[in-house]
């Protein structure tokens, strides 16, 4: 099955530690994304890549980072500069260029304490 | 800020009516797409509008754009419990460059009485 995964679905932290959330594709899509839903809110993107090798930052990237090696993995980390880190996380993939959907995972719920 | 927003926040039908929520945008767009996230889970893609275009169905969707008024509407027709989500739009801006970059709404939570 082509699909979108990411894991863990439940991650629990201390304040202060890094945490390394992962997304994998096998939909063969160049364009991946990183975006963060609060409760009863809207998403908001974190990071973006077109294609491996090179990523952008979003609209909220600050105390985020990520990488792009392959084509099929773009891993966040969420790092001890971001001042709210507790949210839900959900990762995205589409064809590359402005006319085209995107395929969501299902997200992970990150809880920093 | 968001781009979209959508109208009503939140709506409660009785099964077998209509649904209609609405989505305003602010700026040029190329495409506007609407969403359906079951709670707690990842969105799932229901519908492309493109700015050409002006209705689109897809089963018992009907989405129009208007995009004089920055504005478009999701109807689901003959609702039924699966129904019950959160539905949100998210626009392509029209900036002319390769990045698909969407723009989310803050969502019309609908709950489907059965």
């Known amino acids: 099955d082509g699909g979108i995964t990411q894991s863990p679905k439940y991650l629990f932290r201390k304040e202060g530690q890094n945490v390394t959330l992962s997304c994998e594709q096998n939909l063969n899509h160049d364009a991946m994304y990183w975006y963060r839903q609060d409760p009863g809110q809207g998403l908001r993107l974190i990071y973006y890549s077109q294609i491996v090798n090179d990523f952008q930052k979003g609209d909220i990237a600050e105390g985020y980072s990520v990488s792009r090696e392959k084509k099929e993995s773009f891993p966040l980390t969420v790092t001890s500069a971001q001042k709210n880190p507790t949210a839900f996380y959900l990762c995205a993939s589409s064809m590359p260029g402005q006319a085209y959907e995107q395929y969501f995972g299902p997200g992970t719920r990150l809880t920093v304490t | 800020s968001q781009q979209g927003e959508e109208d009503p926040q939140a709506l409660s039908i009785q099964e077998g009516e209509n649904a209609t929520m609405n989505c305003s945008y602010k700026?040029?767009?190329?495409?506007l797409q609407w969403y359906r996230q079951n709670s707690g889970r990842g969105l799932v893609h229901l519908i492309l509008?493109?700015?050409?275009?002006r209705e689109k169905h897809s089963g018992r969707l009907r989405v129009t754009l208007d995009t004089s008024k920055k504005s478009s509407s999701l109807l689901i027709t003959a609702s039924r419990a699966a129904d019950t989500a959160s539905y949100f739009c998210?626009?392509?801006?029209?900036?002319?460059?390769?990045?698909?970059?969407?723009?989310f709404g803050t969502g019309t939570l609908l709950a489907v009485q059965p």
């Open positions: 998210a626009t392509a801006l029209n900036y002319g460059g390769a990045t698909n970059k969407l723009i």
């Open positions: 700026t040029s767009i190329n495409n």
């Open positions: 509008i493109r700015s050409n275009e």
